[in-house]
Every structure is written in structure tokens, then in C-alpha cells.
């Protein structure tokens, strides 16, 4: 009981962190038809933003704050710099120019500062435990769940009730249609790229706090399941992408804790496998992007 | 290493090579360095302790005080197929000796191409003992892995404890072969293995195995793991995140500077080591110099250990008397108790990969790394490859 | 100045196919111009570029006096453009109040905004009914209804009307033409692009007549009502 409790906690919490870049990835994704790959680069500069603020003695919090900050900065400039100049571009230019994009910030951080992981330490009183019941839950964990909970609810109150959210889900059908209406495109578009590198900023606090370091690849693994979750989610589909974070990171935690030793080489097969079979049963992801069929 | 040095020291290579082709003679020695990829953590400051240890021979009059060497440096990008066409390369230009990148892989696919020639082979740092399988002219340089498993196992058990719980990953040599090579010597003096867990290399999350290990019956009194970087610094927060404070023990992947630099979390991590720079060793003085010419302290053993490959060739050829491959190779291969600068070696009786001595070290509560002990592997006790 | 709109050979192409060739059209003031012609004639094409969304190629499009040619979206917007675009549109995922607030947004005050959207649910009743419901869930003729009103909300004093009867039952599009009389009776200069040509001559001051890209005639309706070229034009097709 215990151990499904903890397991459980698991669960959701990397679920959480897949989810916030599932849905940072579909925000962009429903907008500008981007597949933005440099996503995890995002988040890999959010956590050399935190290792820095550290470095240079800032205290914990402010770091975090300055790790969140460089990934939106991130996120900004790169639609400034590179996306804005390929807009309304094929979806596979978009793609590969996301592909050159991301390997160049990899070369970037690895020449710039270190190939090798930095790390990252933070107080050690915030790794500490609690029992609920006679189970031992880590407070990170925990905090993490907490976090992703919160920042998915903002979001959903920043889409559903602000005017820029209206604009955005607007976008999300048709982009041109908003413009025809005045409404300046660049502004939406430039919050939709904040709003993901928010997302990916708050990811690398929550990955830096468990993992404790930062090395130039840190954002590509989690990254490429979150674009898994994407599709799975329905390409486009915001609560898709949310439903389909968590569904991925229950699944690996499930197929590492309870599948037998022998079959552990198998665990990304297995989930990539019951991803597929559940592409087959709804081709168009669990919860299909409601304009799917915009022109 | 920034390739703007490696271009110049390529250059500077070459220029050497046409002052050099009236000399009598030289010995030519090729290089694999990654400048990118998950190799070029190891390489980069391997290659740095090599050439370094090259140049001070170099100014003395070259190998032994007589014969010059010229380096030929190619990056491979940790791209294997990008690897096996730099060593052809290589052996085009007229190496007599292959210094390959720093694992397994590479190594095993360096050695097919130098194979037909018979031209010696060794590896930066890769420890895998199944490296050196590919023929009499393949060498390891850094104690094998069984020879750190052994060693940390021994200590385990003098220590008192009694029940490992192994974690590892079949992805590579290295990740799979240390935790086994410990768990096998552990038992063999005694101990007991209580728990396994596999995981994969890069895995985005390790608290799954931190709560199987926490439910294991009967509780491990010693986690040993040989993950690197990342997956280690992800590990163990989520261990000690949970409240797990077992003692953890690890392989020699966790002499960095980040490893040391996670804080709390590490305080009391128990690791092995391909040397320790004591007060007053070769070590000591090979730091004092090497920071005294770069402005900066080889902060990992790979420096020294580049530094004992060019020790080791010295040697070798010393012994050989003469630069002809196969006549080099079987002299390296019949050094014993050879000396070098983060310890000696000895490749007579063995399988190419040389008996060193390994030392445990224990990170300490302010990030530190301390001495615990220096052992060479009891053959009795050392697991077979 | 007595014209809404002036154009001087506008050319739009996308790609290698040129959709529109050297089109002169002159919207006076106050006025319904009829923009008629068959499938693929141009009218869209036309319409998108004076309100910003085509890249024009060539040619001249003032509004209200000023050269506006290659302007933004925008700034055509703020020039007092709206238009009530071909499919309509709507946002489907949005409900009927968000639909109309979002294009009150550009006004820049909220006031404004809100005073006009409560003038629009009194023109169309139906809108006020539905406010909550999802605009994907209203009919054709309701959703022709919200385009209208969105267009609207940003005050327009010359509005594009892009095939608003397309689709819809015969009643409805006898409603939606009693809304472009009363638009035009309160001086609003209509552009009106319809497929169904005696429909909009019997609305329009004046009509201007596309064939494959080109203006083939312009004039009155009662000119125009019986032209072989009218014919001509939608038998080209």
C-alpha cells in the first residue's frame, strides 16, 4: 500500500514536469504550426541560468527566479531571431529550422560552458522528508507536484479568463482571422512563445532541484517524451498534451517499479509500444485539437 | 580544449612534420580526441595530460632522451564511424602508435583497423577488460574495472557491511560491468546481494528505483552504483531525497569536481580512483607543473592518466628497442611494475589491461575528496572479464 | 473625398498563378458595391488584399483618401475596415461574448468596447441569447450573424462582406440583406462580394463584374442586370 502510495507520488510528479512541456510545446504548436525542438534547449539554458545565478551568489530562490527568467528570455529571442522570419513556412521547414536552432545552443552551452554536467546545489533542508501513514514522501517531490499543479491551473485561468489568453485560443484556430479582426499578431505570438518558455523555465526548476546538475543535453530526454505526450495528447490540443504528460510519466514509473528485472531494457519499447496501440485506437490523440480540420 | 588550441597544436604538428622529415628519425603518434559529445569530458583533458607529458619528453630530446615524437590529433565528434576513418586516416600519415578516445567502443573499433598493421592501441580511459579482446596489440591504460570492483568490495567488507543493493545499466561496459564486477567479488567474501535495479542511461527520473530500494527486504546496508553524469547526481538526490541515508559507493566516474559539488547530498559517498595526488608524489608534482604551464589545475585523473599513456609508451619502446609495432606492443605487454606518475603498472600477466593500484577516496561534508585507502586487486578475490 | 475605397490595377498572385490582374474598383462613399463574378474570379482575392492578408504584387489601394497599399492588418483596421470574411469564421472555440470582446480589444477601451457589444446584442437579439454557448454550436445563418457583429465592434466605416449568403436558407439570406440595407442606410460604405448576382444588384449603387482576374464591366445594376458580359462572366467560369 505504502509502496502504490509512493509510486503513485512518482508518478505524478514526473508526470508534472511532462505535462508543463507538453503543453509549453503545444501552446507554440497551436499557434504558429511550429514544432519547436530547441524546446529542451529552453530549459537546458533555464538551468544554466539557475547554476550561474548560484555561482555568482545569489541566494536559492532569486536563482530559481533567474533560471525561470533565462528560459522566457530564451524562448523570446528565439522567436524574435529565428521563428518570426519563417512564419506561415511548411511545417517541416519550421521543424528543421527549430532542429538547426536547437543544435546550435547545444554547441553553445557545451563550448561555452562546460560539456560535462555543472552542478547544482540548493539547501539541503529543502530534500527533506515527511510521513503520511507510515509512508516516507519526499518534500521535493511533493513541492514538484505542487508546482506543476499550480502553474497548469494559472495557465488554464491565463487562457480562460485574461484577454491575451482569448487572443491566443483565438490564434490557436486561426491565426489570420485574428489579424483580419486588428489584432496584432506578433504580440499573441510572442506571448505564446513567453508562456512556453515559462513553462520549460519552471521544468529546469523542478529537474535542477531533483537531479542536481545541468550538462548541454538536461532538457533533450525529458523533451522528447514530452513531444511524445504531444502526439498521444492530439497534436495542437492543449488539455491533450496535459492528459498525455501524465499519462507518459505514469507509465515509466510503473514499467520501472513494477516490470521484472529481465525486461527493464525493454521499458522505453513497452511504453512507446502502448503509445502507439492507443494512436491506433484514436489516430487523432485522446483528446483531439477541437479544429483539427482548419484550413 | 578549445579548437582553436587544437588547430594550432595540429598546425604546429605539421609544421614539425616537414622540419622533421630531414631528421633521422621520429616516432608517430596518432591521436583520437572527441571535441564534442559524451566523449569529450574524458578526452579533452586526456589528450591535455598526454601532450602535455609529450612536450616536456619532446624538450628533453624526445622518448627516452633520443627519439622525437610527433602527435597526430583528429577529433571524432564521439562518432564511432567518424572514429574509424580519423585512425585510417592516421595510419595513412604514418602513425606507429594509436592512442584511442576514452571507452570501449571506440577503442574496440579502432583496434579492427590497426589490427592488420600490428600497430599498438591503448585506450585513454576506457576500463571495460573486454576492450582489450581484439588482439595482442590492444591495451587498457586505467585500472580495469574488475580491479575497482574488487578493490571497493574488499573495503566493503572490512567495513562491516553486509547486504549491496546493486544498481545498474546494461546501456554501456562501464555501467554494467562495475556494479557486477563489485557484486561479484562481494559475495565471494561473504556478502550478499539484496536487490538489483536496471536503468537506462540518461533516464529522466530515478524515484522509482529509490522506492523499490527503499522496500527491498532485507534492507541493503550499501547501495553501489557505477552511473555517471547525469544519472548520478539525479540518483542520488532522489535517494537522499526520500530519506534514504544508506551509504553509497560508486566507481571512479565520480571524481569531478560536479559530483563533489552537489553539496549535502554527497557528504560521505565512497568512490574508487585511478590515483590520489598525496603530498610529495609524482602526482603532486605533475599538478604543480602542468598548472605552473597552463594556468590551470587538471581538476580529474584523466590529466595524469594522459600523461602515464605517454610514461607507458616511453617504456615500451624503451624495452622494445626499436619503433617496429609488433616489437612495441609485445614489450608494453611484458612491462611489469613500470613506472608512472598516478601509479605504476604492470601488464606482464595480465590481458593487457594493466594491474594498478586503485584507490578509494571519500567525498567529504564541505565537497572535498579524501584519501581512504590504495590497493591493488587480490587476484583471488578479482572477478574474470 | 467621396470614395471609401480606390483601387488602381492591383495585382495579387501566389506563386506562379496570378489571381488577380490590374483591377480598378472605386467604392463611393456611403454606398453598396457589388463585387460579382464566378468561382475563382478574383473577388476573394481582391477583398483579402485590401484588407491586408494578401501580399500585393501591384497596383495602388487607398481607404477614405489615404494610400494604404501593403499596410498590416492592423493598421487597415484602425483605417476603419472590418470585414465579414467568406466561411465567416467565427471562432468556433470561443463563446459568442468572447468572440465579440476580442474584436472590441483593438479599440483600446474598455468602455467603448463594452458599450458597443451591448449595441450589438440589441441588434441581434439572438447573439444576446446565446452569449454563452460555444460559437461552433450556432447555426450557418447565426454564425453569419456573429461574423457581422464582430465586424462591427471595431466601428468599421467601410465593411467587406465576403459570399455572406453562401449556405444559408432563403429566409436568412432575405435577413442578412435587410442588415446590409440598414448598414448602408446608416452610412456605412459596403463592399458586398456575392456569388448571387441578382441578390446583390437589388441591394447595390453600383457593381463591378471580375472573369478570370480582370474586371470585364462596371456600372449601374440596372445596366448591368441584363449584360451578355454578366452572363459571360459567370458561364466563363
Known amino acids: 500500500m505504502d509502496l502504490i502510495l509512493q509510486q503513485t507520488i512518482n508518478a505524478i510528479s514526473l508526470g508534472g514536469v511532462y505535462a508543463m512541456l507538453a503543453l509549453g510545446l503545444a501552446i507554440v504548436f497551436s499557434i504558429v504550426g511550429l514544432i519547436n525542438f530547441a524546446h529542451g534547449d529552453i530549459m537546458t539554458f533555464g538551468g544554466y541560468g539557475i547554476f550561474l545565478s548560484l555561482a555568482f551568489g545569489f541566494p536559492p530562490v532569486a536563482a530559481l527566479t533567474i533560471g525561470i527568467g533565462a528560459a522566457v528570455v530564451m524562448a523570446l529571442a528565439l522567436e524574435r531571431t529565428a521563428f518570426r522570419a519563417m512564419r506561415g513556412a511548411d511545417v517541416v ?31 539541503a533542508s529543502w530534500s527533506g522528508t515527511y510521513q503520511i501513514g507510515g509512508a516516507t514522501i519526499g518534500v521535493v517531490p511533493t513541492v514538484s507536484i505542487l508546482v506543476a499543479f499550480g502553474s497548469l491551473a494559472g495557465l488554464t485561468w491565463v487562457l480562460r479568463r485574461t484577454a491575451t489568453g482569448m487572443a491566443m485560443r483565438a490564434a490557436a484556430q486561426d491565426l489570420e482571422m485574428l489579424r ?15 508562456l512556453s518558455g515559462l513553462l520549460a523555465g519552471i521544468a529546469a526548476v523542478i529537474w535542477t532541484a531533483q537531479r542536481g546538475s545541468v550538462d548541454p543535453m538536461m532538457g533533450f530526454f525529458p523533451v522528447l517524451k514530452a513531444f511524445i505526450a504531444t502526439v498521444l495528447g492530439g497534436l495542437g490540443s492543449l488539455g491533450g498534451a496535459v492528459l498525455a504528460g501524465f499519462v507518459i510519466g505514469a507509465l515509466e514509473v510503473m514499467t520501472q517499479a513494477f516490470l521484472p528485472d529481465s525486461l527493464s531494457p525493454y521499458r522505453d519499447a513497452i511504453v512507446l509500444g502502448l503509445v502507439i496501440a492507443a494512436l491506433l485506437w484514436r489516430p487523432d490523440g485522446l483528446l483531439p485539437a477541437a479544429n483539427a480540420n482548419r484550413s | 580544449m578549445t579548437l582553436r588550441k587544437l588547430f594550432l597544436s595540429t598546425t604546429a604538428a605539421s609544421l614539425a612534420l616537414t622540419a622533421a622529415a630531414a631528421s633521422a628519425e621520429e616516432y608517430v603518434i596518432g591521436v583520437m580526441s572527441a571535441q564534442s559529445g559524451y566523449l569529450a569530458p574524458y578526452d579533452g583533458p586526456a589528450y591535455a595530460g598526454f601532450q602535455f607529458c609529450i612536450d616536456e619528453k619532446n624538450a628533453n630530446g624526445g622518448l627516452n632522451g633520443t627519439l622525437p615524437v610527433r602527435t597526430i590529433v583528429k577529433d571524432t565528434r564521439s562518432d564511432i564511424a567518424e572514429g574509424v576513418k580519423v585512425v585510417q586516416e592516421m595510419l595513412d600519415e604514418g602513425a606507429q602508435f594509436i592512442v584511442s578516445s576514452a571507452d570501449a567502443d571506440p577503442t574496440i573499433a579502432a583496434a579492427q583497423i590497426t589490427m592488420a598493421d600490428g600497430i599498438p ?27 575497482q570492483g574488487a578493490v571497493l568490495a574488499q573495503y566493503a567488507r572490512d567495513q562491516g557491511f553486509e547486504r549491496v543493493y546493486l544498481v545498474k545499466s546494461p546501456d554501456s561496459a562501464y555501467t554494467l560491468g562495475g556494479p557486477e564486477y563489485f557484486g561479484a567479488a562481494f559475495e565471494a567474501l561473504g556478502g550478499t546481494i539484496v536487490g538489483t535495479s536496471n536503468y537506462s542511461l540518461n533516464q529522466p527520473d530515478f524515484s522509482a528505483i529509490v522506492t523499490t530500494i527503499k522496500a527491498a527486504d532485507p534492507q541493503p546496508d550499501v547501495i553501489v552504483t557505477w552511473a555517471w553524469e547525469p544519472d548520478f547526481p539525479a540518483f542520488i538526490k532522489a535517494l537522499r531525497g526520500a530519506g534514504v541515508t544508506t551509504q553509497v559507493m560508486g566507481g571512479d566516474v565520480l571524481d569531478t569536481p560536479t559530483v563533489r559539488g552537489l553539496g549535502e547530498v554527497v557528504s560521505g559517498v565512497v568512490h574508487t580512483s585511478g590515483g590520489f595526488p598525496e603530498e610529495g608524489s609524482a602526482y603532486a608534482d605533475f599538478i604543480a607543473r602542468f598548472t605552473a604551464a597552463k594556468g590551470f589545475a587538471p581538476d580529474n585523473n584523466y590529466y595524469a592518466s594522459g600523461c602515464d599513456i605517454a610514461n607507458m609508451i616511453e617504456q615500451a619502446v624503451a624495452a622494445a628497442g626499436s619503433t617496429d609495432p609488433r616489437a612495441v606492443a609485445a614489450a608494453m605487454a611484458g612491462i611489469e611494475n613500470g613506472t608512472a606518475i598516478m601509479s605504476n603498472f604492470t601488464f606482464k600477466g595480465t590481458d593487457r589491461m594493466p594491474l594498478r593500484d586503485v584507490v578509494v577516496a571519500r567525498i567529504t561534508a564541505d565537497g572535498q575528496k579524501e584519501f581512504v585507502l590504495r590497493a591493488q586487486a587480490d587476484p583471488a578475490t578479482m572477478p574474470k572479464p | 473625398m467621396d470614395t471609401a475605397l480606390e483601387i488602381r490595377g492591383l495585382d495579387v498572385r501566389y506563386g506562379a498563378v496570378q489571381a488577380t490582374r490590374g483591377v480598378d474598383l472605386t467604392a463611393p462613399l456611403g454606398g453598396v458595391t457589388a463585387l460579382l463574378g464566378a468561382n475563382g474570379a478574383g473577388k476573394s482575392s481582391t477583398v483579402m488584399a485590401i484588407a491586408g492578408a494578401r501580399r500585393i504584387a501591384g497596383g495602388t489601394v487607398s481607404i477614405f ?144 463584374i471580375l472573369a478570370n482576374g480582370a474586371v470585364v464591366a462596371a456600372g449601374k445594376p440596372a445596366d448591368l442586370r441584363n449584360d451578355s458580359l454578366l452572363q459571360a462572366a459567370y458561364l466563363a467560369a
Open chain 3, 65 to 208: 483618401g489615404r494610400d494604404m497599399t501593403g499596410a498590416a492588418p492592423d493598421a487597415i483596421v484602425r483605417a476603419g475596415v472590418a470585414i465579414s470574411p467568406e466561411g465567416r469564421r467565427v471562432f468556433s472555440a470561443l463563446s459568442v461574448e468572447e468572440n465579440l470582446t476580442l474584436a472590441g480589444s483593438v479599440l483600446g477601451d474598455p468602455a467603448r468596447a463594452a458599450d458597443r457589444k451591448a449595441r450589438m446584442i440589441e441588434r441581434f437579439p439572438i447573439l444576446g441569447e446565446r452569449r454563452r454557448q460555444l460559437a461552433g454550436l450556432l447555426s450557418g445563418g447565426e454564425q453569419q450573424m456573429l461574423a457581422v457583429a464582430r465586424a462591427l465592434m471595431s466601428g468599421p466605416r467601410l465593411l467587406l462582406m465576403d459570399e455572406p449568403s453562401l449556405g444559408l436558407a432563403p429566409q436568412m439570406v432575405d435577413r442578412i440583406f435587410a442588415i446590409i440595407e440598414d448598414l448602408r442606410d446608416e452610412g456605412i460604405s459596403i463592399l458586398l462580394v456575392e456569388q448571387n448576382a441578382a441578390l446583390a444588384l437589388d441591394v447595390a449603387d453600383h457593381a463591378v
Open chain 1, 93 to 123: 521547414i519550421l521543424l528543421i529550422t527549430s532542429f538547426a536552432v536547437s543544435e546550435i545552443l547545444k554547441v553553445l552551452f557545451q563550448n561555452g560552458i562546460s560539456a560535462r554536467p555543472v552542478p547544482i546545489s540548493l539547501p
Open chain 2, 121 to 147: 592501441t591503448m585506450t585513454f580511459a576506457g576500463t571495460a577488460p573486454v576492450l582489450t579482446q581484439v588482439g595482442e596489440h590492444v591495451f587498457g591504460s586505467y585500472p580495469a574495472d574488475n580491479q
Open chain 1, 180 to 194: 483580419l479582426l486588428g489584432v496584432r499578431a506578433n504580440r499573441v505570438v510572442a506571448v505564446a512563445f513567453a
